[in-house]
């Protein structure tokens, strides 16, 4: 049995907090450029993994499409062929029974040359193809020595379509059985037209996380090009400086909820990308919120006096983005006087004005 004394305890908490001292120590030596390069780093080598898996996704794709199509089968019976691909030769096919215009799909009652009734499910081509053959020869003479050849899937029949195959049964005065009852096999099973079988859904996931993985390498490599950037802007406006920490620790104005900060003369946000904008340089600034599909995006605009626009993403919904905002206003309207603030006309033709 395991015992736990108090000085067992007293161990594990001194394990604890120096395994965490050094991480604490680290998060404040790190300046907000280090954080983005770790952002970064951790995205490149979660979306590497979804690659590997989106590539063994399609590896994967190919070779169930390859056994699907070598996977055919004579065919046996509705019941013994279920779930297989097969081939059957029909001396007899009626005009289609009921159609589905939609999807593009016919279905014809056929017979096979054993004498096998069965409903085959066929698209535009094969469905003109049987039409053209049985208006040259009506009493289809010449499938008796020629087979129609016709590969699909054996699949179950779509409960909808059951009550239109046993109403045009009942249309064949000859037939040895008037009747189709629910669990009779003509009425359970069709043979859809395919050249293989459906393959499994599950390596299109995998396909997918690969894309995702994509997208996400890309989300870094742009990142990363943002601190490269950004520590090429801040070392031109501040050639001496080497401890970037200063950009945090010497900030007149920090907005933690926006990502934003006020290290003068730059204007600084580090929401997923960093962005710096001198703002001795800037001549008109608004928040824009962007309707797209799914959701709002929220942008925070700066239109610098040579013309460039610098576009610092907000997090947020736009009520709370527009209340916490407001100190930045606030502190641009004392110390920036010449910047216009706000999205109207008099704000854009005092812009252009100074251009």
């Known amino acids: 049995m395991l015992h736990v004394t108090p000085y067992a305890v007293g161990i594990l908490c001194v394990s604890i907090i120096r395994g965490h ?34 590539v063994l996704g399609i590896i994967f794709t190919i070779m169930q499409h390859r056994k699907a199509a070598d996977d055919v089968h004579p065919f046996v019976s509705l019941e ?9 030769n029909l001396h007899w096919v009626d005009t289609n029974l009921a159609e589905d215009t939609k999807n593009n799909r016919w279905y014809h ?50 409960s909808e379509l059951r009550p239109y195959i046993s109403e045009r049964w009942l249309a064949y005065e000859d037939s040895k059985d008037p009747t189709l009852s629910n669990t009779d096999p003509r009425m359970r099973y069709m043979v859809t037209e395919g050249k293989t079988a459906p393959t499994p859904w599950w390596p299109y996931l995998l396909i997918a996380a690969g894309a995702i ?4 390498l890309f989300a870094a ?3 990363q090009r943002s601190v490269k950037r950004g520590r090429e802007e801040v070392a031109a406006v501040f050639p001496e400086m080497t401890d970037f920490t200063q950009l945090e620790t010497g900030a007149q104005l920090h907005i933690p ?40 995006g929220h942008y925070l605009q700066t239109h610098m006096l040579d013309k460039k626009v610098k576009t610092m993403t907000l997090p947020g919904k736009k009520k709370s983005i527009e209340q916490q905002i407001e100190p930045l206003w606030d502190y641009l309207a004392q110390h920036h006087p010449d910047i216009q603030l706000g999205y109207a006309k008099e704000q854009r033709v005092a812009y252009k004005q100074r251009l």
Not at 30 to 51: E, K, P, W
Not at 141 to 158: A, C, I, M, N, R
Not at 213 to 216: D, T
């Open 257 to 296: 909820e926006l990502n934003l900060r006020i290290y003068e003369p730059l204007l600084i946000s580090e929401q997923g990308v960093v962005v710096t904008a001198d703002l001795r340089n800037a001549g008109w600034m608004f928040v824009q919120h962007v309707r797209q599909r799914y959701t709002t």
């Open 109 to 158: 009652f056929a017979q096979t040359t054993d004498g096998q009734d069965l409903v085959l499910d066929t698209g535009r081509e094969t469905h003109d193809e049987i039409n053209n053959m049985m208006s040259a020869d009506p009493r289809q003479e010449k499938l008796k020595t020629e087979p129609f050849t016709y590969t699909g899937y054996v699949q179950s029949t779509d």
């Open 21 to 54: 001292a050094p991480r604490q120590e680290e998060h404040i030596q790190q300046d907000l450029f280090d954080r983005a390069s770790g952002r970064a780093r951790r995205t490149t080598t979660i979306a590497l993994v979804l690659v590997i898996v989106g």
């Open 213 to 216: 993985g994509l997208f996400m």
């Open 221 to 223: 490599l742009v990142t």
């Open 80 to 88: 013994d062929s279920q779930g297989k691909v097969v081939t059957l």
